[in-house]
């Protein structure tokens, strides 16, 4: 998945990039077959129900879409890769738990934003536990998905119910990992 | 109707934010913005009719019977099993949930589901996580996350029994 967000050189629209990427393609074809299945299948009033609904949901979303990419944008400009890195620091035990959750929920950006972080953190000592937290929080609990996916496209609801949920899971995933036999020699971490 | 106003707060105050430390910040953030908005909009646009046509496809008793609301724990270790195995980024991952839901899924099913979709995403662990952070650390994350999916769907038959009683 291309993340443009994180590469401010790249700003002109390359359109065949847009429409030839691979995924699109594959995409557009599986969305083909699908409608062909559909009105065979199920009928014509299948396929026209399922195609009008869908075109309403869509419209429905893209101005959500839209002030959730703005929100995010902005959020991978104020939130400094670096100030992140220093807050954690070389923190282990539960506190370190406590602050790579807090830390993992505000990381913005995909993974090419909080990959960097984690190996970073690594190099700063931080222990298996906390970078564990951290990447399972970003995962399951980091806000920018948050807003930019399930708050349009899921409900505000949905997404509250789904973010208390999952609150415990770092600290989970954390003892879960300090079960596991220690690295030989910690913090292991591949090199380039 | 909630989710405009909270996206459209957020965006207009951090924009202020954006705005007092240099308008130049502001504008560069609009423009990646309106980038990926232009990049994002006509694959989800792809991926909602195609998730919506194997939702036809897809007889409504099955997705009901399996993950529907009443399948239960059993419901919630299938979902955290289906889910794990979506190799799509979200543009796909979402508009199929969407689909589950509207197909008679459960809540805590589909909790179950996002939450081991979103730990174990193979594409992302083979495209950044074991290149950066090596094998072994992406093995034992992923370990020590088995447990999870299934324990975010039960909290959520907890949260729901205590919300909506």
């Avoid at chain 1, 879409?65 to 220093?86: D, G, H």
């Avoid at chain 1, 536990?129 to 996916?149: D, K, N, V």
């Avoid at chain 2, 509207?102 to 809540?107: H, K, V």
């Avoid at chain 2, 594409?123 to 094998?135: K, Q, T």
């Amino acid at each position: 998945m291309v993340e443009p967000g994180n590469d401010p050189g790249r700003y002109s629209i390359d359109w065949r990039a847009l429409f030839l990427d691979r995924s699109m393609l594959v995409m557009t074809a599986l969305m083909f077959a699908g409608g062909v299945a559909c009105w065979m299948l199920r009928g014509r009033d299948a396929f026209f129900d399922s195609f009008v609904s869908d075109l309403q949901t869509f419209l429905d979303v893209l101005p959500k879409m839209a002030l959730a990419f703005v929100t995010a944008a902005l959020a991978q400009r104020l939130v400094k890769r670096e100030f992140i890195v220093r807050w954690l620091g070389d923190r282990s035990g539960f506190k370190g738990v406590a602050i790579a959750t807090g830390v993992g929920i505000i990381t913005p950006g995909g993974p090419m934003m909080s990959f960097p972080i984690v190996s970073a953190m690594a190099n700063a000592g931080t222990g298996r536990a906390a970078l564990i937290a951290y990447l399972t929080s970003w995962e399951t609990l980091g806000f920018q998905r948050i807003l930019a996916w399930e708050f349009p496209l899921m409900g505000v609801e949905y997404s509250m119910i789904r973010a208390i949920a999952s609150i415990p899971l770092p600290f989970i995933a954390a003892w879960c990992s300090m079960q596991l036999p220690a690295d030989p020699s910690p913090p292991e971490k591949a090199d380039g | 109707m909630a989710a405009l106003v909270i996206l459209g707060g957020l965006a207009f105050i951090l924009s202020i934010v954006a705005l007092r430390r240099s308008p130049l910040l502001l504008a560069d953030a609009l423009r990646s913005a309106l980038h990926r908005f232009i990049e994002l909009a006509p694959r989800m646009a792809v991926a909602m009719l195609l998730a919506g046509f194997v939702g036809k496809l897809i007889p409504g008793e099955l997705v009901g019977r399996f993950i529907g609301e009443k399948s239960g724990l059993w419901g919630i270790m299938i979902a955290s099993i289906v889910g794990g195995f979506v190799p799509s980024g979200p543009i796909l991952a979402f508009p199929v949930v969407v689909v589950l839901l509207a197909s008679g899924a459960g809540l805590p099913q589909v909790v179950a589901f996002i939450t081991a979709w979103s730990l174990l995403a193979f594409h992302r662990l083979i495209m950044y996580e074991a290149p950066i952070m090596g094998w072994r650390f992406a093995w034992q994350r992923i370990v020590s996350s088995l447990v999870l999916p299934p324990i975010a769907g039960v909290l959520t038959v907890v949260l729901m029994k205590a919300y909506y009683g």
